[in-house]
């Protein structure tokens, strides 16, 4: 059952007389309303619904999902006076019903223990469970439970700092959820938090292996950032200096290579620039930036046909590339080639109908074919028989054959070997 299911499963009753229980710290207080929780599938209290059982049960419902109950101090009392090794015992089933994929029932109890008694154990548990179901929606392809579960982890952890301060155990462990889920430099902070307090030993060397990998990435980062800057300014020769300084200290890193190829392409340098995207291609990197890069230096040094080629490569492997899709329409409509052409217009027309280089391609289609691609991209623009003159045509090759992607690739992610360990409260 979810929260929800479980919540509407209480009933309320009223102490039953003679209820005593064995302690000196704890006097059974009858102005406290006791909640059952009723077996699933029934909706009415009957006698033998009513048992200590069932109450314990209704208030460890209430204190994993209703933190804010009126009694909720009293409950918890209560049950750790009947059981005081409860905490233990709620985690250990929680352990297997997660095993089980029970999610909704795992994350109850692990409710349960975390709010009955918060430690960085039954914290980490609770994140730990919350980080294997956003694999499960992965695995589902639901990306919306992913993001939701993502979320949850990394609210636990940090609720969990909240409530126990300063503490080595979930420090290091939110640090590496982030590190995991690329927000570097939120990592290295809690990293540098954790320094300060952790006691030396095997796990705070290997945390500090982590913040020196950490460290490292992100001044990469600022390394890569600096020649993508110089690329979008123009200052080509700036971005390659850039560029080289990032590949002498991460040879082995294909981002370098191809701002670098990008610049010296840009630069005009061609040959030097098809020596570093293929670089990319060499150190295992295949994306539709890379080809497309090719694809231009192909066609200035004047292979088209492997500059289509390796656009219809790029295409392959990004379907969504408006960039690709046009590239690859104009230089089919360049060589009359229309058939395949028109193929690439319509998906650019789909991709983005309102791109103005669409549009005048779609234009120079239709004066060449007389064709008509479709209502789609022309409700906007009015149609008459009139040719464009000769500057207008040479304008719009000009402004086509400019077409590039100015973007630079996803950076690697970082993924730190993070792995969650269910750690039983004691």
């Excluded at 059982?53 to 009126?70: Q, R, W």
């Excluded at 909704?104 to 975390?114: G, M, P, Q, T, W």
């Excluded at 640090?175 to 320094?195: H, I, Q, V, W």
């Excluded at 230089?331 to 103005?356: N, T, V």
């Amino acid at each position: 059952m979810d929260k929800q299911e479980s919540l509407r499963q209480i009933r309320y009753i009223k102490v039953p007389k003679g209820m005593r229980i064995e302690s000196e710290t704890l006097r059974v207080d009858e102005n406290v309303m006791l909640p059952v929780l009723l077996v699933e599938g029934e909706s009415k209290l009957t006698a033998d619904s009513i048992s200590l059982e069932s109450i314990v049960s209704g208030m460890l419902t209430l204190i994993a999902y209703d933190e804010n109950h009126k009694d909720n101090s009293y409950y918890k009392d209560f049950v750790l006076t009947v059981d005081p090794m409860l905490p233990d015992k709620l985690t250990k089933a929680a352990i297997a019903k997660e095993e089980q994929k029970d999610w909704d029932f795992s994350e109850e109890l692990f409710l349960a223990a975390y709010h009955l008694m918060p430690q960085s154990a039954s914290c980490i548990n609770l994140a730990t469970l919350y980080s294997y179901r956003a694999v499960d929606s992965r695995d589902k392809g639901d990306e919306e439970k992913e993001d939701e579960y993502l979320i949850r982890a990394k609210q636990t952890l940090k609720d969990g700092l909240s409530r126990l301060g300063e503490n080595a155990e979930l420090l290091a462990e939110i640090s590496s959820f982030e590190a995991f889920t690329g927000n570097l430099e939120e990592a290295k902070e809690y990293l540098d938090r954790y320094m300060g307090i952790a006691e030396e030993g095997e796990k705070k060397q290997e945390m500090k292996a982590l913040l020196s990998r950490i460290e490292l990435q992100l001044e990469n980062d600022e390394e890569i950032k600096e020649a993508y800057d110089f690329i979008m300014l123009g200052e080509n020769d700036k971005a390659i200096e850039a560029a080289s300084a990032f590949i002498s200290k991460n040879p082995k890193v294909w981002n370098g290579y191809f701002l670098r190829g990008w610049a010296l392409r840009k630069a005009g340098k061609y040959d030097e620039a098809k020596a570093d995207l293929m670089k990319c291609l060499e150190l295992g990197e295949r994306s539709a930036d890379i080809y497309n890069e090719l694809s231009i230096t192909e066609l200035e040094t004047g292979d088209r046909e492997l500059a289509k080629t390796y656009l219809e490569t790029a295409a392959d492997l990004d379907p969504d590339n408006l960039t690709v899709a046009s590239n690859l329409s104009y230089l089919y409509l360049q060589d009359s080639q229309f058939d395949e052409a028109r193929e690439y217009l319509e998906k650019s027309r789909y991709l983005s109908g309102d791109d103005r280089i669409v549009k005048n391609l779609i234009d120079e289609y239709e004066k060449k074919t007389g064709e008509k691609i479709g209502t789609l991209i022309h409700e906007e623009i009015v149609h008459d028989d009139e040719k464009h003159d000769d500057d207008e045509d040479d304008a719009y090759a000009a402004e086509i054959a400019e077409i590039e992607k100015d973007r630079i690739p996803e950076e690697d992610e970082c993924h730190c070997n993070h792995h969650h360990h269910h750690e039983e409260d004691l």
